[in-house]
Structures are given as structure tokens and as C-alpha cells.
């Protein structure tokens, strides 16, 4: 667990403390550390007063069977009525929810909260009319545009769990994710706009839906105007269900505990995990992080989250949480450099953004770019910057706080995943310090540790694992359909809490340091991939014989995906040339989407075992990292590695 290199960077470390005039008006004060620590719940009980509810809930946290918990007992509510309504109500009908950017230029849509509650109840009326009941799954599978958000809110308006499956899975991920939910309607578009280009999702959809005989409808948002075949009695256009419905819908209040959505997410096995959050808890969560974190002002602030709705950061802070406050945000619909390497920068200048929240592995593309992009537009209305999804090398935050920030925003860098449904630890810009690469400290009210192998707290200046040491009110509920998975996975590595699947270290402050995942989840550009799951797709080509992932260190995406396989003896007499290598990526890409194509495949003769069988994964990372093979002495066959190093000699590695 320790990292020389990170130890001597903590030696070094620069320490931003809050600005005054941030510190002067900040949302939370420090106090807020010490009233969470005395009674924690009564802490989560006041938050809980951001929200509407219909009914009061009686008691905040029912532990009374861990792991399973119930947050705010016994309460009533309608998410999208939190999100939507009650602003409307308030009288602020006419400020702006989104600025919408598509990708082609001058493709723009400014909607109110007005606006978006009618489009929100007109498909919740459409739902109701093709069947949904409440507790019925909707899968969503679309590009980033408002449609998506109106999808989900319908959803939630109903009690219809959702479900978005990312617009870059391939047809297999989505028909998996479909079967695994149950779900009876797709909502999806012909397409969306990636990189200039119309790119289709209405054909992986159809091409999903051949083993999903229980899907009734598919309601189809024309994006892009490409031609797409059509089901009859299945497929319906949106704006012909959508449109002729009413506004009016008087929404249901639901219990705390109502499923809100389930979001897959990779895990160490083969299977993605459904991760279930419920709507009182979440919201609370949600809400309650992107007030605080972002030293929100819904007044004057416009926030943007340049992330994918398909994640967790995209529900939680470009809808549940900023809707829940009242924000104005941006939602963009495409990549950073469509059609130029400024489109970013570009946007922030137009719609004067103030908070921006992005993944390092954005900003490390960006500074490759250079700086010189970013000079070129005024970026004076920044006034805080975030960022998440992975560790943020020191390097790539000064740069982002130089450059972007002006070296006068705050920088948070916020630690969460789509189990933790919020961000959990994480500077709070008016009252905390920032330090280039850490996390910091766990926010009030949430509680985390790092501790040995045998699961005691490390001291100071040590590594190991980050665990969450007491339930918190966006946490997963469980795993779809799974509650023994739920268990086994998070809560039994140490008895009685949470384990997160990733090292830290503390430093002599007690801040904390993330150092990655130390399961077989890869992260690659903030996605999570599992090993395993590549591996299956790999063999699952009739020529791959047996295959083993690694994630590799990368300066561009953080980690890549590296593969090493053994062809089946038929293939290996057609050679091991870049073909076969083309063929390998492309069948990854079908089988779970382009995110997971591995960077590089090598193919070998043998791969390095120990005596029981386990492939020793640690060496091949070694080889994918260009270092010397470490100790080999418990391999089966140490002559493995001579010859998988001769290999690479030989110039046999594809990337
Ligand atoms: O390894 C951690 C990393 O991303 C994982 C969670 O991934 P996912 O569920 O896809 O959610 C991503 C967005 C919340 C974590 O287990 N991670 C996330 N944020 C950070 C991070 N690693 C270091 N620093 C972060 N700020």
C-alpha cells in the first residue's frame, strides 16, 4: 500500500487555505464538524429540512439490521415534486433549470423550471398511459439531452424505478442491464451527436430487445433525424406519446424507502452490480453535498457538472441534486473538443459559469492541449472548481487550479462512488484547506476510516483500506435482486463496515490520500471496468483461449485497460499479427462498449500462474508498466515471464 513517490509528493505539499470573502459568506461553517460528530443524527435530521415531504418520517435511521438501513422512517415524498413543483410554487417558475448545449454549434435550449415541470408531467402521464405502475423499471438509454432528465423525472414523479444504462454500452451491456431489472419500457432517441457525427442508438436497443421478450414499448426521442427501423405496436415516437398528453398531474407522495433508480456499475466479478438507491435518503444526500460542497448560491450561481447523466455523477449533481436546489446548470451534450479543443471554455465564457465539476481526466487532456486553449476565453466568473471520479495527480490540480481557476477558486476534490449515492470526503472550499492530490477529510455527518489488513485504524503517516465506518443517508440500499451479493461485497471484508474497494493513506495531518482500487475494478478516464468482465468478453471470442486484465498506469486516462491472451490452437496458426488484435478490441466493444477496449493486447503462450491456478496478475502489470518483473518465486512456472518478457522485446505488444 505505500507509494514511495506519493510519500515524498505529501512531503512537498502546498496547502491552499479558504479564501476570506468564501470563508465570510460559506453555506457551512466549521461548527458543522463538531454538532455532526456530538450527534450525527440529529445532524442528518436537520438536513433533512432542505426537502418537502408530504408526511414527516418519525425516526432518522432504522440500523436495527445492518447492513440493511431505513433513513428517515415512516417519511413521505415525491422526489420530482422536490425537484420541480415546489420551486415552481415558490415563485421561481421562470428561472433557468438548464441551459442545454447540443453539440453542433448554436444547437442551444434554455428551459425553466416551468417548462421542465410540464414536460415532466405530460411523461408521467404517457408512462401511466402505456402501463407503468408504480415500482415498475423503466430503462433509459439516450444521449445527453433534456429528454433524458424529463425520462427520469417521469420516472420518479410515477415510482417508477429507473434505470440509465450509458449511451456507450454496447447492445449485450444494455440487454443484460434490461434482463437483470426487469424492465418493461425503453426509453431511447435514433441517436445523439458524438464528435460531429450522428452516432445511433436506436439499432443496439432493437438488437437488445431480440432476447427481451418482455419489453412492451420503446419510446423513441428523434435527436437526429437519422433513419432507424421501426417495430410497429412496439416503438412510439416521444413527441407523439409525450406530446398530446396533459401538463396537469398531481403527483403521489411515496415512503422514504421507495426505490428511486438502479444504476449498474462494475464489480469484481463478471456481472455488473445494480446498485439500488431509494428517494428520502438520497435526495437528502444529494441535495444537502451540492449545497455544501459547492458553496451553492442558487441565486447567482450557474453550476456545470461535465459529466454523463449515464453515471452516478450525472444523477446525482446534473439532476437530484442541483434540480433539488434550484440551480441553474449547464448540460452539455458532447465531447471537449467538438468542434474545437475550446468548446469547454467556450461555454463557461457564454453562459458565465461559476462552478465547474469534471473528472482529471479531462483536465490531464486539457493540459495536454496546453494552456494556451483555455487563455483564450474568459473564464473570470469561475469561482469554484471540483473534481472527481479518480485520484487527481498534484501535477494535474495546480494546473487546474492555475489555468482554469486563475489560482483564485478553490479546488475540491471530492471522493464518492455510485454505492455512496453523494460525495463523502472532500474539502469544504469556505471552511477547509485544499492539498494538491488529497481528498481530505470526510464531510460532517459522514464517517470514514483507514485501517490494516486485520481492519484497525492506521496512525498517521500510514496506508491501507478506506472504509465507512457508520450507515449515511444516500448509501445503496443493496444490490438488485441480490442481497446476499450486498453483503458479501461491501460489509463483509471487516465485519460491520462499509468497505470501499479502495487504499488511502493518511498523511501527519490526518488528511486523507486515495491511492486507488485495490480489487480488480480498473479506472479508466473515471470509468469503472472490471477486470473480469473483459476477461469473460475476451474469451467469449471463439479464438481467445484464456485471457488476463490489467490496469496499467496511463498519463492520459489514469489507468488502461492491458490484456494478455492465449489464442486457441486452431487461431494460433494464423499468427498472432494486428489483425487478430482488431478483432480482439472490436469484440470487447460489442460485447461491453469502446470505454472497454483494451489499450493493448499481447498475445502469449502461457500466462503466469501460481500452483493453485491463480493467475499472479501483479507481474503482468509489471510487464504492461514497461518495469522489471517482481519476485517470481510462487509462480507454478517462472520460466512464464522470461518468455512473456521476450515478447515484448520482440515487438509483439499491439497498442
Ligand atoms: O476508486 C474510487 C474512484 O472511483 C471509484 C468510484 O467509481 P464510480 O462508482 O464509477 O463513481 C465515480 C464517481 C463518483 C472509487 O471507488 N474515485 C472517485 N472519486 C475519487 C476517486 N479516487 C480518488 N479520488 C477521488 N476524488
Known sequence: MSSPALTNLMHETRRFDPPAELAEHANVTADAYGSATQDRLAYWEEQAGRLTWAEPFTRVLDWDDPPFAKWYVGGKLNAAYNCLDRHVEAGLGDRIAYHWVGEPENDTRDITYAELTDEVCRAANALLELGVRTG?????????????????LACARIGAPHTVVFGGFSSTALQDRILDCDARIVITADGGYRRGIPSALKPAVDEALKSCPDVRNVVV??????????????????????????????????????????????????????????????????SWTQWAVFDLKPDIDVYWTAADIGWVTGHSYIVYGPLSNATTSVMYEGTPDAPHKGRWWEIVEKYEVSILYCAPTAIRTFMKWGAEIPQKFDLSSLRLIGSVGEPINPEAYMWYRETIGGDRCPVVDTWWQTETGMIMITPLPGVTSGKPGSAMTPLPGVCAAVVDDSGKPVQKGSGGYLVLTEPWPAMLRTI?????????????????????????????????????????????????????????????????????????????????????????????????????????????????????KPKSIMVVLELPKTRSGKIMRRLLRDVAEKREVGDVTTLADSSVMDLISANLAGGKQED
Not at 415498475?136 to 427520469?152: F, G, K, L, Q, S
Not at 469503472?528 to 498506469?553: D, F, M, Q, W, Y
Open 136 to 152: 415498475d423499471r423503466v430503462a433509459i438509454y439516450m444521449p445527453m439531452i433534456p429528454e433524458t432528465v424529463v425520462a427520469m
Open 221 to 286: 426521442v428523434r435527436r437526429t433525424g437519422q433513419q432507424i427501423e421501426w417495430n410497429e405496436g412496439r416503438d412510439l415516437w416521444w413527441h407523439e406519446v409525450v406530446g398530446k398528453q396533459s401538463s396537469e398531474h398531481e403527483c403521489e407522495a411515496f415512503d422514504a424507502e421507495h426505490p428511486l433508480y438502479v444504476m449498474y456499475t462494475s464489480g469484481t466479478t463478471g456481472k455488473p452490480k445494480g446498485i439500488l438507491h431509494t428517494t428520502g435518503g438520497y435526495l437528502v444526500g444529494c
Open 480 to 596: 438488485w435482486g441480490d442481497d446476499q451479493r450486498y453483503v458479501d461485497t461491501y460489509w463483509s471484508r471487516f465485519p460491520g463496515v462499509y468497505f470501499a474497494g479502495d487504499g488511502a493513506k493518511l498523511d501527519e495531518d490526518g488528511d486523507i490520500w486515495l491511492l486507488g482500487r485495490v480489487d480488480d475494478v480498473m479506472n479508466v478516464s473515471g470509468h469503472r471496468l472490471s477486470t473480469t468482465e473483459i476477461e469473460s468478453a475476451l474469451v467469449s471470442h471463439p479464438k481467445v483461449a484464456e485471457a488476463a486484465v490489467v490496469g496499467a498506469n496511463d498519463p492520459d486516462t489514469g489507468q488502461a485497460v492491458n490484456a494478455f491472451v492465449i489464442l486457441r490452437e486452431s487461431a494460433a496458426d494464423e499468427g498472432a499479427g494486428a489483425e487478430i488484435v482488431t478483432e480482439l478490441r472490436d469484440h470487447v466493444a460489442k460485447e461491453i462498449g469502446p470505454i472497454a
